[in-house]
């Protein structure tokens, strides 16, 4: 019985955006163990299999033991984790793109989002320059960093042309507000990024591909043409 109950139950940090499933076993008590040490003074909470605030768990969270490539397993988040000083750190712009998806979903959840006959194409077009899931932990290099960047620009650029279509009104404030919140080029100097960068990617490279990330999984939703029956706000939805 006591194990039952504890599959159903999560922790979640709000601050650091992390979601620990709580698990009867020697690792899953390790990792909880571990959790308290790193998060007690943080904003946390109890997640029960129904709890509402399943809501506010968006893609942009780290899940420890998701399928997920990008997030730790168990005994990676127990130990010795290499992605954890940068997958804690505070993502600004992802919070930001997270609120404007976040309102976006609102709105197709209502069926108050007014779509356009080609709304659905042209988000096709943008996923297929969008595959962001980088693992927090990734060794990179100069030369890494420079294809990760020049990726993140063929995306915005994606999304500017996308803003420039006959989209429907929705679909044109989602896209307004994204480009509003994501860094431009110009915030992104490649010199700069390669300082930042060693061994673990920049802060805010991770953080421009983390909101990214969010927008990809929206664009899905789009491409339906309508919502889908698990939330795409909630990592239940999600796609890897
Ligand atoms: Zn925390």
Known sequence: MEENVAELVDVVCYACRIVLPLLDSPLGREAWWRFLDEHAYHPVELLWEHSEAHERIDIDYIEVGSDIRSDPSFAEYAR?????????????????????????????????????????????????????????????????????????????????????????????????????????????????????????????????????????????SVTRGAHPDQSLSGRSGRAS
Do not use: N, Y
Not at 90 to 107: G, N, T
Not at 111 to 118: D, I, K, M, T
């Open 80 to 220: 010795e984790w290499t992605g954890r000083p940068l997958a804690l750190l505070p993502r600004p712009i992802a919070r930001a793109v997270a609120e404007i998806v976040q309102r976006a979903d609102v709105a197709l959840d209502a069926h108050e989002w007014r779509a356009a006959p080609v709304d659905s194409a042209v988000a096709e077009r943008v996923l297929r320059s969008m595959d962001f899931a980088p693992p927090p932990g990734e060794a990179v290099d100069d030369a890494a960093v420079l294809a990760r960047l020049s990726a993140v620009e063929t995306a915005l650029e994606r999304l500017r042309r996308a803003a420039a279509e006959p989209v429907g009104e929705h679909f044109r404030t989602l896209l307004t507000d994204v480009l509003r919140a994501l860094p431009s080029m110009a915030d992104l100097p490649p010199d700069e990024l390669c300082a930042e960068s060693g061994p673990l990617a920049s802060p805010r490279l991770w953080d421009t591909e983390r909101a990214l990330r969010l927008i990809q999984h929206f664009m899905w």
